[in-house]
């Protein structure tokens, strides 16, 4: 079965630090990617998605992700984090072949940066 | 994208007694989902929503506890039946497309007493 792994659960940076959060999943085919960022209060929004061709892919508020196939990886990057990017990150998985459109969740890492 | 809107946004309910949330999506789309989000926890999808048939249940989860109507492509309703303090949690509605992307709507913050 597919699963998906997010080894920082919490994490605490300060203002201008660098971010990267870990994400690996367990499926051997053609996966499609995302990253969901929750922030306080708010409701799940979709940072950046990754379907084919360039590895290193952008997404809002100057996030990036890079998808390693052999690592089964696809960590979360943000070179100069701000108070404001406090919040919770969900990678996600769908299996590309898999037929029931479902995505796979990982645990989450709740990031909190301090001023 | 997809704005989802749902109802209520939050509820407290008696013991026994069942809630059903609304779903709405501003487009007509192919997949819609409901999860529960525990406090401080991940999303477990409950099922998907089919248009025009059952629903798809994930394990642990059963329609007699959580039936799922879905009239047309646009709309969604869960009702969480019989419930117990432990049904306590935030259900999420999404709708998304075959390669897998997701947009989900605010939540409906459920507290049974």
């Known amino acids: 079965a597919q699963s998906v792994s997010q080894h920082n659960h919490h994490v605490i940076l300060s203002e201008a630090a660098s971010l990267e959060l870990g994400c690996n999943y367990s499926?051997?085919?053609?996966?499609?990617l995302f990253w969901y960022v929750q922030y306080p209060g708010q409701h799940l929004q979709l940072l950046l998605k990754?379907?084919?061709?360039?590895?290193l892919v952008k997404g809002i508020k100057g996030f990036e992700a890079e998808f390693i196939k052999s690592k089964f990886s696809f960590n979360l990057r943000k070179p100069s984090v701000q108070w404001s990017d406090t919040a919770e990150y969900f990678c996600?998985?769908?299996?590309?072949?898999?037929?029931?459109?479902?995505?796979?969740f990982g645990s989450g890492t709740r990031l909190l940066v301090r001023p | 994208s997809a704005v989802i809107s749902q109802k209520p946004s939050r509820d407290i309910c008696q013991r026994g007694t069942s809630l059903t949330i609304q779903c709405q999506v501003d487009?007509?789309?192919?997949?819609m989902f409901w999860y529960r989000q525990q406090p401080g926890q991940s999303l477990t999808l409950i099922a998907t929503?089919?248009?025009?048939?059952?629903?798809?249940?994930e394990s642990g989860f059963v329609i007699d506890k959580f039936p799922i109507s879905r009239p047309n492509l646009t709309f969604s309703t869960l009702t969480v039946s019989n419930l117990s303090p432990e049904d306590s949690s935030i259900y999420l509605c999404?709708?998304?497309?075959?390669?897998?992307?997701?947009?989900f709507g605010p939540g409906t913050r459920l507290t049974v007493l």
């Open positions: 499926y051997g085919g053609t996966v499609n």
């Open positions: 990754y379907f084919s061709g360039d590895p």
């Open positions: 929503a089919n248009q025009g048939s059952e629903a798809t249940y």
């Open positions: 996600a998985v769908k299996g590309g072949m898999d037929s029931s459109y479902k995505l796979i």
């Open positions: 487009s007509q789309v192919t997949m």
């Open positions: 999404s709708a998304g497309g075959a390669r897998g992307e997701q947009f």
